[in-house]
């Protein structure tokens, strides 16, 4: 078993920042594909960011390109997402996920994820 954990949401007035950490316990997250995603109220959940066990891979949803930056360290068990540039629009409960995964490749499904976070809020005002 695999437990994740989120911080670093908030409020954030747009053009602003947030880094958002998610720590793993239980087992090295040193062999798993790791992801955030996101769910606005009312809307489905959105990949958003995701890195492969060696940080080898990553991969980006088209709408936070050039804007996020996703990365982990595996000797602290713990994968971050740099938010920059925030829009109203990235307003969401951000969950963190891991799959295990030996390759490079980060799947954008979210049925693919084992394990998954509480979720952190993110609200960006205008």
């Known amino acids: 078993q695999v437990q994740l954990v989120e911080s670093g949401g908030g409020l954030v007035q747009a053009g602003g920042s947030l880094r958002l950490s998610c720590v793993a316990s239980?087992?090295?997250?040193?062999?798993?594909?790791t992801a955030w995603f996101r769910q606005a109220s009312g809307k489905e959940r959105e990949f958003v960011a995701g890195?492969?066990?060696?940080?080898?891979?990553?991969s980006y949803a088209d709408s936070v390109k050039g804007r996020f930056t996703i990365s982990r360290d595996n000797a602290e068990n713990t994968v971050s997402l740099q938010m920059n540039s925030l829009k109203p629009e990235d307003t969401a409960v951000y969950y963190c996920?891991?799959?295990?995964?030996?390759?490079?490749?980060?799947?954008?499904?979210?049925?693919?994820?084992?394990?998954w976070g509480q979720g952190t809020q993110v609200t960006v005002s205008s």
């Open positions: 890195i492969s066990w060696s940080g080898g891979s990553t």
């Open positions: 996920a891991a799959e295990y995964m030996l390759g490079q490749a980060v799947t954008v499904m979210s049925h693919r994820y084992d394990y």
């Open positions: 239980g087992r090295t997250l040193s062999r798993y594909t």
